[in-house]
Structure formats: C-alpha cells, structure tokens
C-alpha cells in the first residue's frame, strides 16, 4: 500500500510539473488626454476562454476602444463599446492556447471610428 502511494504521488508531480503556465488576469485604462477624463475606457483581459471586456466609464459623449496585437504581430484589431458610461462589451477572441495578446485602452469616437491615441494607455501582454 505505501509503495503505490509513492508512485502516485510522484505520478501526479510529474503531471504538475508538465501543465503549461497559465495566463494571468489583467486591466488597463485610458490616459486623460485631448479632453477625455482619466480612465474614461477601461478594459479587461480573462486568460481562460480569452475574453476581453471593453467598459465605458465615463459619461462624456465618447466610446471606449481596444487596439491589440496578436503573436506574429498581426494587428492593431479595434474593439469598440459605443454603448455609453456603465456598460461593458463582452468580446470572445478565441486565441490559441499560450499565444499573447498586447492590448491598450483608448477613447475614441465610434461612428467616424476614429481612435484618439493620446488617450491610449500604456498597454500589456498577456496569454491566453
């Protein structure tokens, strides 16, 4: 009995120890810039099942938007929310297992599709 608990548990380190790092959570925001208020778009990044949330939180008349890139450095996509201050825009990426996001957060104006860029925030990678 003792000997088949040792092989299990060093069957389950060695399982452990093979699992691919998981991505981690992350949240960025706009700058305040030409106008716009500090944190005016926000954003939210969720590794398992590689959505990306973009939230209003401002109401100023203006939509929030993502510019990201995708591994190969494919990009800017842009994702918008023109639904107004307090709502959020659920995006599904559907990104391959371990691969990388870079994303930032800006206000923009939706109908024109222009993105104000001196309001993008710094940005982040991620994994999905």
Do not use: K
Not at 9 to 27: E, H, I, K, Y
Not at 89 to 94: F, I, P, Q
Not at 100 to 121: H, K, L, M, N, P
């Amino acid at each position: 009995m003792r000997r088949r608990l040792l092989v299990l548990a060093g069957t389950a380190g060695l399982l452990l120890a093979a699992a691919p790092p998981a991505g981690a959570d992350t949240t960025q925001c706009s700058i305040a810039a030409s106008g716009a208020t500090a944190c005016a778009a926000g954003a939210n990044f969720v590794s398992y099942g590689e959505h990306l949330f973009v939230s209003d939180r401002a109401a100023d008349g203006h939509s929030s938007v993502v510019q990201y890139w995708l591994e190969g450095g494919t990009g800017p996509f842009l994702l918008w929310n023109s639904g107004g201050n307090g709502t959020s825009v659920d995006h599904n990426l559907e990104l391959a297992e371990g691969s990388w996001i870079f994303y930032r957060v800006c206000v923009g104006e939706y109908g024109i599709r222009d993105v104000w860029t001196s309001t993008c925030g710094a940005g982040v990678t991620d994994y999905a």
